[in-house]
């Protein structure tokens, strides 16, 4: 009777083990279903804003001013008066918002990192940069106003005396 009792025993406790893995892989198997699930949303909710900020920008009640720039190629930028941290940028028939960056050299600098766009404006010229391909889009890109100043030739030097000029007889 005894041997029939460890038998039981052994058979209980082979049952047990079954039941308790069996049950802890169906937890575990519920839980990462359940992770993935939430990820998945959280994903898709990030990604979703930035497109729609940066598709249509407000161009309505904007001041533009129109660039021409080298080979050929135009761009308009859009300002607010109320936003100057922003601005949007017409190049090649699309239409892309530019977030301020500050610089230590007090140019203009404009820049939408999912698109990877670049706008640098000083006094004299803009330029349009593609930072992911690291190349120049538009250079010497000049608006109306930018065109207008003449640029003065540097005249050569005239000696600071009449004597000076002619040479030493001796």
Known sequence: MLNRISR???????ALAVAS???TSYAANVTSDAKTTVKKKASKKSKAAPVLAD?????????ST?????????????N??????????????????????????????FENTR???VW???????????AKKGQQLANECKSAEQRAVPVEPVAPTAPATPAAAEPVKG
Request: net charge negative; hydrophobic share 40%; proline share 3%.
């Open 21 to 23: 893995f069996a049950s």
């Open 55 to 63: 598709e249509n920008p407000d161009t309505k009640d904007a001041t």
């Open 66 to 78: 129109e660039f021409e720039c080298e080979a050929g190629n135009k761009l308009t930028i859009y």
């Open 80 to 109: 607010h008066a109320t936003d100057e941290q922003h601005v949007a940028l017409r190049w090649k028939n699309k239409l892309a918002q530019l977030t301020r960056v500050d610089t230590s050299t007090g140019a203009n600098r």
């Open 115 to 117: 698109l990877g766009l």
């Open 120 to 130: 640098i404006g000083i006094p004299a010229k803009g330029m349009l940069l593609d």
């Open 8 to 14: 039981l025993t052994l058979a209980c406790f082979a």
